[in-house]
């Protein structure tokens, strides 16, 4: 490409950012990085109603939690700024007029109640009213295309509100059929007809524009050469294609990404999905401001970052070979908006655990044995290296931190209780006697490792023609409580002799 791409990520500080903004921040941070480019955070605020205390910086947090940072933003690197719409209300009213000027656009004074009026006028005719071309100059509607100029100022003297519309299909300069042609780099071309097309309000009296007249304004003044969002948009392509025509700017590409669908069922994923069966749909924690209810948020749940940026990639991107594990760097040179699905990605809870079970394996044992020391107050008279150690011999089995404790607490304390059905299987008749003597045969080692202790249990159960399974499973319902766990020499060795010795000793005394 010979022009600096950049692309905008362009949340609305509403609340907390859902995993299916994140898949499109991500997709965003992906093409730019592919191509030497600028990845733009605008926050999106000009409906000041719907604005919640906390979620811009949520957004923030959010971004630099999975590892795609913005590189413009607000209070940061402000070359195109403000960031924020709300501090950028005096640009838009210009384009407006200026829209107004050239014959694109037009005052509409028409009240909420006359509207409902229409609307309710045409359902009750079978029909459905839409503000355009055949209807805004019969006289039924209070615009400046039906009033006279010293009328219309009047209106705006008096203070009289007012929107200002623009004008999708003018019959003065083109024909009844008249298409819009748009291109775009997922679903390819699209036509749609102008006669059917509303006429969108863009901006409206208390001095703020709409999404459509704010957002072509921004992208054009911060040069934004490509729009890289969800596919709810695409509807709106034709009407922002013709504002940048109206406005005689070059449009940037557009590539409009496929819904994320919920697990099961149709409609896209929702948090009440997430509520439902059980899994975070927002990237991190988000206590609402006013009610104080929590949400969950993958970070808190115990996935990795990693792992959620790796599974949000392949949620409508594949890179067309069997590889599913990319680290950051491999994403960015990998992702290509060719290869972007236009049918939606439906959203599988247990795929995410699956990525997130490989990274914990990628995890250096002492970083996880901080993050569990850290997690669990039991641990906190524990050498972290000895928990290094424990860690080492049982993550294999864990997809979360979480899950550590009960994979190893055996490995901390001795168990007080034997599971029930364990039991059954591993303590029968003769149980005692091989006890007695194993605890013997062990005591008298001295060299107390794992590969000792394996050699000289290993030697007598096998001189003296024993199933295995008399010995090991007795002996690892005594260390574990449970017939689960690593290698029972392994498990020795860590606890030690005396504490090995001690466990033995429990379970004969049952018996």
């Known amino acids: 490409m010979t022009k600096n791409v950049r692309v905008r990520f362009a949340p609305s500080p509403t609340g907390p950012l859902h995993i299916g903004g994140v898949r499109t921040a991500l997709f965003n941070y992906l093409f730019a990085k592919k191509h030497g480019g600028d990845f733009v955070l605008r926050i999106e605020d000009t409906d000041q109603t719907r604005y919640v205390e906390?979620?811009?910086q949520y957004i923030i947090d959010s971004l630099n939690?999975?590892?795609?940072?913005?590189d413009e933003g607000p209070k940061k690197n402000e070359k195109f700024g403000p960031y924020r719409q709300s501090e950028r209300k005096d640009l838009y009213k210009q384009y407006a007029e200026q829209l107004i000027e050239s014959g694109n656009a037009y005052y509409a004074?028409?009240?909420?109640?006359?509207l409902d009026f229409h609307r309710k006028d045409h359902e009750a005719k079978g029909k459905t009213f839409i503000y355009n071309w055949h209807n805004r100059e019969k006289g039924r509607l209070v615009n400046s295309l039906v009033l006279t100029q010293d009328e219309t100022q009047a209106k705006i003297d008096t203070g009289e509100d007012y929107v200002i519309r623009f004008k999708m299909l003018d019959l003065k300069t083109e024909n009844e059929d008249a298409v819009v042609l748009c291109e775009d780099k997922i679903r390819g071309a699209g036509i749609f007809r102008k006669n059917i097309l509303d006429d969108k309000i863009i901006f409206k009296s208390d001095g703020m524009p709409t999404y459509h007249l704010a957002n072509i304004v921004d992208d054009h003044l911060m040069k934004i050469t490509h729009v890289i969002r969800g596919e709810e948009w695409f509807p709106s392509l034709p009407l922002?294609?013709?504002l940048y025509k109206a406005l005689g700017w070059e449009a940037p590409e557009f590539a409009h990404l496929p819904l994320i669908l919920k697990p099961t069922g149709k409609g896209k994923l929702s948090k009440r999905d997430g509520d439902k069966l059980g899994f975070p749909v927002f990237p991190l924690q988000w206590e609402d401001p006013k009610t104080h209810d929590i949400s969950r948020g993958y970070k808190e749940d115990g996935y990795f970052s990693e792992s959620v940026v790796n599974f949000l990639a392949f949620l409508?991107?594949?890179?067309?070979?069997?590889q599913e594990i990319f680290s950051l760097d491999e994403l960015i040179e990998g992702f290509d908006l060719n290869r972007v699905n236009k049918a939606g990605a439906r959203f599988d809870p247990d795929k995410i655990k699956w990525f997130n079970h490989h990274y914990m394996q990628k995890q250096s044992n002492i970083e996880i044995?901080?993050?569990?020391k850290e997690q669990y107050d039991?641990?906190?008279?524990?050498?972290?290296?000895y928990i290094e150690l424990v860690v080492g011999l049982v993550k294999e089995r864990a997809t979360f931190i979480s899950d550590l404790w009960d994979l190893s607490y055996y490995f901390f304390k001795a168990p007080k209780s034997y599971d029930e059905k364990a039991s059954k299987k591993a303590l029968k008749e003769g149980t005692k006697e091989i006890l007695n003597t194993l605890k013997d045969i062990i005591s008298n080692i001295d060299d107390f490792t794992t590969e000792t202790l394996q050699t000289e249990i290993k030697g007598w159960i096998t001189s003296n023609e024993i199933g295995f399974g008399k010995v090991m499973m007795p002996l690892r319902l005594a260390l574990v409580g449970a017939l689960q766990g690593p290698d029972v020499f392994d498990i020795m060795f860590m606890i030690g002799k005396p504490e090995t010795v001690k466990r033995?000793?429990?379970?004969?005394?049952i018996l």
Do not use: R, Y
């Not at 939690?65 to 913005?70: A, H, K, M, S």
């Open 504 to 509: 033995i000793n429990a379970v004969i005394d």
């Open 65 to 70: 939690w999975c590892g795609i940072p913005f």
């Open 109 to 114: 004074f028409d009240t909420s109640e006359q």
């Open 240 to 242: 922002h294609f013709e």
């Open 369 to 372: 044995a901080k993050a569990f």
């Open 316 to 322: 409508g991107w594949n890179p067309g070979t069997e």
């Open 378 to 385: 039991a641990l906190n008279d524990i050498d972290v290296n």
């Open 54 to 56: 906390g979620a811009e």
